[in-house]
C-alpha cells in the first residue's frame, strides 16, 4: 500500500477529471491522448448530446495560468464555418482547463493516411481545398491556427473539419509558450512547421499556416511529409536548411499545376508564399497555375509551355450574327488530322429577350443532334429555342413544368408537373400533350434513351424507373438502400444500349455521389463524389460537383467502369434546384451550360432610401432566405454547404455568433420564427420528403415535424396567433397555399388551389389578409384575400408583375418586388375594408439575392429598414453555348 502523498496513492486521473467535471459532462470513454491533453467522450447534461471534452495537463495550467488562457481562448470562440468544429463551452474545473466540441462521427486525416498511406489525388486536393476555405476564414478574422497537422484534421462524412482552431495562439498568447519545455510539451509539429515556426519566430503570420497546409497536401499525395528525421531536431535542421523533393517523381499523375501549388506553399520564406490561403485553394484548381519561384517553375515547364503553345494557336474572332445570338468569344483552335482541318471550337454567350429569360434555377435540355433548346423562362413559360431561328417559340404544353428533355429524333419533349406529379410529352409539331404517369414522378431529371425507354425518379421512395412512352412496362431499376444512408436519387441518365444508368445518390448525411446501376445484376456501383453526370458520346463520363468544377473521366459503359484519371474540364459551372448541373450536351458534341453568378454574399441592413451598410463586415458567404426574429436581434439564414446541400444558421446580428440550427437531411431551408421568438420554422427532406419542421432557436432538443404531406411542402410559417400554419406545396405547375390549424385540423385544408400556380404566402400581422404571388393573369403578380375565408373576396395589388410580397409590422403596408427590380411599398386601409391606397417604389433591389418563388428579404420591427443579402462580385451568370466542344474535351482529357 502506498505512503499518503505519493504517487501510487494518486486516484487515477479520468476518475479525476470526471469528478471535477460531473455537473456539466457525464464522461463515457477516453477517446485519444497527445502531449499536452486528453480528449473524452461524453455526454452534454444540460443538452443530451454526445460532446467530445478536451482536458489539458495539470502542469499547463499550473504554468500558464487557466484565466488568461481562457481569455484567449474565448476569442476564437465565435469562429463559424462549414470545416471549422466549434468551440461549444470552455472553463476550469478543479486543476483542469477543458474546453468541449462537437462529438464528430468520422475519423481524422492522420487515420485515414494510416490505412491507406497515400490518398486518390482528387480527395486530397479536395480536403486541402477544403482546410484552405477554413483557414481562409480564420485569417479573416485574424486567428492563425499555428498547428495545422492531419492529427487536426477530421473527416466527416469524407469532409474536413479543422480542429483546434487557436488553441496554439491561447497557449502562446498566454505565456506558455516561453516556458513550455517546463512541461515537456511543445507547440506545433516539427513535420509540418513552417521555418519561422521552427526558429521561434515571435510574429507568425497566415503564411505560416498555408506552409503547414502545403506540407500536409504533400503528405496525402506521395505518403509522407517533405522533411522526416530520426529525431525532431533533424526534422527542424531539414525545415530550415533544404528544399522538398518534388513530387511528380515520386508519383506520375500528380498534375503539374498541383505540384507547383504545394511547392510555392512550401518556400522557406513566408514572401514567397501564397498570400492567403484562398489564393493556395485557387491555385490547386487552376490547371494553368506554374508557381513563381525557380522550384515550381522548373517542375512545371512542360504544362507552361504546352499552355503557351495552345493559346498562341487560339484565333479571336467576332460572330457577326448566329440566329439572334450575342457571340461572346469565338475562340478557334485547329489541328491536322487525316490531312482535314478538325473543326474549330466555338464559345458563344447567348444572349435571349427579357422575356424569353432562362430560369436560372432549373435544368434544360438540348436535343441529340444540337439544333434545339428547350427550357422554363422566368415567368414559368416553357420555350423551344431552335439555333437557326431568330426567335424562341412557345411549348405551352408543358408550361410550368420541370426538367424538359428530348426524344432521340427532337420531335417531342417531355417534363415533369410537380413534386411529385406527371410525367408528360409535347409533340413540338403541334397536338395535345400526353400523361404518361401521373401523381407519382419526382421532379429530379428524366432522359429518353435511345432504346425506346424514358428514364426518370418514381414515388415516394425516389426509385429509379423507365416507361415506355405509351406509359406501359413500368420497370423500377433500382431504389435507395436507407441500411447505406442512401435517400434518394436523382438525375437519370441511361448509357448505351440501355444496360445500366448514371444517377445521383443523395444521402442523409454528407454530400451526394455519383453511381451506375448495372440493370443486369441490378448491382448500384458508386464511381465518386459528385452533384450530376453525363455520359457523354465521346466516351466521356462527365462530373459536375458541388464546387462548380466539371470533371471527365475516359469510361466504360459496358463495364460501368473509369478508365482513366480525371481532367478538369470546365469552370463555374452553375447548380440549380436540388444541385442540378445546369448543363447539357449533344451527341453531335455542342454544349450549353450556365456559370454560377457571384457565389458569396453579404448580409447588409438597407434604409427606405437605398442605402446600405453590412450588419456585420466580417460575415461572408453563400447565404440567403432570411428571416428576422421579433425582436430583430437574432436572423435565421439558409447557407450553401460546402459539400452539398442546405442548411439553416442563426446569426446573433451585430458582431454576435452564428451557430447552425439544422442540417439534418440533404437540404433544410426557407426558415421563419415562431412568434414568440424561441424557435424557428424550416423545411427539411429529412427522411425522405419535404416536411415543415420547428426546433428552439438556441439548437437545444430535437426538431419536432409540424406537417407533412404527400406533394412535399416548399413553404411553410406559423400566424403570428399560432393558430394556424400556413404551408405552400408542390412545385411545377402544382404549386397551392395550405392551411393546418394544429389541434384542430386532422389534415392540411386548401386556400388557394388552382390550376395556375400559388406562393410566396405571407400573413399580416393581425391574421386577417393573405397576400401571395398568382400567374393567372399569364404573368406573375401580388394578391390579397381576407384570411381565413379567403374565396370572399381578392384584390391585385401589383399591375405590371410582382414577387416576394411582405407585410410591414404596422400591418398598413405591404411591399413586394416589382418587374422593375425596385423594392415598392404599397400604403394599404384594412379596415373598415380592405383598399389600396398608395404604391411607391422605394429603392433598386438589382445586386440583392432574389429567389422569385419565395421572400428573400426581411423587414426591421420599426419597418425602417430592410436586411437583404447582397451579392458581391459582379457575375450574374452567363448562359454559354459551346460548339464542336468534344474536339476540346479530347485534347484535354484523351481516351
Known amino acids: 500500500m502506498g505512503r499518503p502523498g505519493s504517487e501510487d496513492s494518486m486516484p487515477d486521473p479520468t476518475a479525476r477529471v470526471s469528478a471535477a467535471l460531473a455537473e456539466r459532462y457525464q464522461l463515457e470513454r477516453e477517446l485519444g491522448q497527445g502531449g499536452m491533453a486528453t480528449v473524452y467522450l461524453a455526454r452534454d447534461i444540460r443538452h443530451d448530446r ?119 495562439l491561447a497557449i502562446s498568447t498566454a505565456g506558455g509558450g516561453t516556458r513550455m519545455t517546463e512541461t515537456g510539451m511543445s507547440l506545433g509539429t516539427p513535420h509540418y512547421m513552417s521555418p519561422e515556426q521552427a526558429m521561434g519566430e515571435r510574429e507568425i503570420t497566415a503564411r505560416s499556416d498555408v506552409y503547414a497546409l502545403g506540407a500536409v497536401l504533400y503528405e496525402m499525395l506521395v505518403g509522407e511529409p517533405p522533411f522526416t528525421g530520426p529525431t525532431a531536431q533533424a526534422v527542424v535542421a531539414k525545415v530550415v536548411t533544404e528544399e522538398p523533393r518534388p513530387l511528380l517523381p515520386q508519383r506520375r499523375t500528380i498534375s503539374p499545376h498541383v505540384e507547383a501549388t504545394v511547392l510555392t506553399a512550401l518556400q522557406k520564406l513566408p514572401a514567397d508564399r501564397f498570400a492567403s490561403a484562398a489564393d493556395f485553394a485557387l491555385a490547386l484548381r487552376n490547371p494553368d497555375f506554374g508557381g513563381s519561384t525557380q522550384a515550381t517553375q522548373t517542375m512545371a515547364l512542360p504544362a507552361i509551355r504546352r499552355y503557351t503553345a495552345r493559346r498562341n494557336a487560339l484565333a479571336l474572332a467576332l460572330i457577326p450574327s448566329l440566329a439572334g445570338l450575342v457571340v461572346g468569344a469565338l475562340l478557334a483552335r485547329s489541328s491536322l488530322r487525316r490531312g482535314q482541318m478538325a473543326p474549330q471550337v466555338a464559345r458563344l454567350v447567348l444572349a435571349l429577350p427579357s422575356e424569353q429569360a432562362f430560369d436560372l434555377q432549373l435544368p434544360f435540355a438540348i436535343s441529340k443532334d444540337g439544333s434545339r433548346i428547350a427550357y422554363q423562362g422566368t415567368d414559368g413559360k416553357a420555350w423551344l429555342r431552335e439555333l437557326n431561328r431568330l426567335e424562341g417559340t412557345r411549348i405551352p404544353e408543358i408550361d410550368g413544368g420541370c426538367c424538359p428533355f428530348f426524344s432521340p429524333d427532337g420531335r417531342t419533349v417531355g417534363a415533369f408537373t410537380a413534386f411529385p406529379g406527371d410525367l408528360i410529352l409535347a409533340p413540338l409539331a403541334g397536338g395535345p400533350r400526353r400523361r404518361i404517369a401521373r401523381d407519382s414522378v419526382w421532379s429530379d431529371g428524366g432522359a429518353w434513351s435511345g432504346g425506346g425507354w424514358i428514364y426518370f425518379i418514381m414515388g415516394t421512395g425516389h426509385k429509379l424507373a423507365r416507361v415506355r412512352p405509351n406509359g406501359e412496362s413500368l420497370q423500377v431499376l433500382a431504389e435507395p438502400d436507407s441500411t447505406r444512408e442512401e435517400n434518394t436519387f436523382a438525375f437519370p441518365d441511361p448509357l448505351p444500349g440501355d444496360r445500366g444508368a448514371l444517377l445521383t445518390i443523395w444521402r442523409r448525411k454528407g454530400g451526394s455521389d455519383i453511381a451506375a446501376v448495372d440493370f443486369a445484376t441490378r448491382e448500384i456501383r458508386t464511381l465518386g463524389r459528385g452533384a450530376y453526370a453525363r455520359y457523354l458520346a465521346s466516351g466521356h463520363l462527365l462530373v459536375v460537383r458541388a464546387d462548380g468544377i466539371a470533371i471527365a473521366f475516359p469510361f466504360d459503359p459496358k463495364r460501368l467502369i473509369v478508365t482513366g484519371p480525371p481532367t478538369e474540364v470546365l469552370a463555374d459551372v452553375a447548380l440549380g434546384d436540388g444541385n442540378a448541373g445546369l448543363l447539357a450536351a449533344s451527341a453531335s458534341g455542342t454544349l450549353l451550360y450556365l456559370t454560377s453568378p457571384s457565389p458569396e454574399g453579404q448580409v447588409v441592413r438597407v434604409t427606405r432610401d437605398g442605402s446600405s451598410v453590412p450588419v456585420d463586415s466580417a460575415w461572408k458567404g453563400r447565404m440567403f432566405d432570411l428571416s428576422l426574429s421579433p425582436d430583430g436581434t437574432r436572423l435565421a439564414v439558409t447557407t450553401l454547404r460546402e459539400g452539398g446541400g442546405l442548411e439553416v444558421w442563426v446569426k446573433v446580428l451585430a458582431r454576435g455568433p452564428l451557430a447552425r440550427l439544422a442540417f439534418d437531411g440533404l437540404v433544410s431551408y426557407r426558415p421563419a420564427w415562431a412568434p414568440d421568438g424561441r424557435a424557428v420554422t424550416y423545411i427539411s427532406d429529412i427522411a425522405g420528403g419535404n416536411k415543415l419542421l420547428e426546433r428552439l432557436a438556441d439548437g437545444s432538443g430535437s426538431a419536432t415535424v409540424l406537417a407533412q404531406m404527400p406533394r412535399g411542402i416548399d413553404e411553410g410559417f406559423r400566424s403570428r396567433d399560432g393558430r394556424w400554419l400556413i404551408l405552400r406545396v408542390g412545385v411545377g405547375g402544382g404549386r397551392d397555399i395550405y392551411g393546418l390549424r394544429p389541434g384542430i385540423d386532422s389534415a392540411p385544408v386548401a386556400l388557394i388551389a388552382t390550376e395556375f400556380q400559388e406562393h410566396s404566402p405571407s400573413l399580416s400581422p393581425d391574421g386577417h389578409w393573405l397576400a401571395y404571388v398568382s400567374n393567372e393573369s399569364g404573368r406573375h403578380e401580388v394578391y390579397v384575400r381576407p384570411f381565413p375565408n379567403v374565396g370572399a373576396a381578392k384584390w391585385q395589388v401589383s399591375t405590371s408583375g410582382g414577387s416576394e410580397p411582405l407585410w410591414a409590422n404596422s400591418g398598413r403596408e405591404l411591399f413586394f418586388k416589382n418587374r422593375n427590380s425596385e423594392l415598392v411599398a404599397v400604403s394599404v386601409q384594412t379596415r373598415p375594408a380592405f383598399r389600396i391606397l398608395i404604391s411607391q417604389p422605394l429603392f433598386s433591389v438589382r445586386g440583392y439575392y432574389t429567389e422569385t418563388l419565395h421572400t428573400s428579404y426581411a423587414v426591421s420591427p420599426d419597418d425602417r429598414s430592410f436586411i437583404f443579402v447582397r451579392r458581391l462580385g459582379t457575375d450574374e451568370g452567363r448562359v454559354v453555348l459551346v460548339l464542336n466542344w468534344f474536339e476540346e474535351l479530347k485534347s484535354k482529357a484523351p481516351r
Not at 480536403?127 to 466527416?156: F, M, Q
Open 50 to 168: 454526445k460532446v467530445a471534452v478536451k482536458v489539458f495537463r495539470p502542469e499547463l495550467a499550473a504554468v500558464i495560468g487557466a484565466e488568461r488562457f481562457l481569455a484567449e481562448i474565448r476569442t476564437t470562440a465565435n469562429l463559424q464555418h462549414p470545416h471549422i468544429l466549434p468551440l461549444h463551452d470552455s472553463g476550469e474545473a478543479g486543476s483542469f482547463l477543458y474546453y468541449v466540441m462537437p462529438f464528430v462521427e468520422g475519423e481524422s486525416l492522420r487515420d485515414r493516411l494510416r490505412r491507406e498511406k497515400q490518398l486518390p489525388i482528387p480527395d486530397a486536393v479536395r480536403i486541402a481545398t477544403e482546410v484552405a476555405s477554413a483557414l481562409d476564414y480564420a485569417h479573416r478574422h485574424n486567428v492563425i491556427h499555428r498547428d495545422i497537422k492531419p492529427e487536426n484534421i477530421l473527416l466527416h462524412d469524407g469532409s474536413a473539419l479543422v480542429a483546434d482552431f487557436g488553441i496554439a
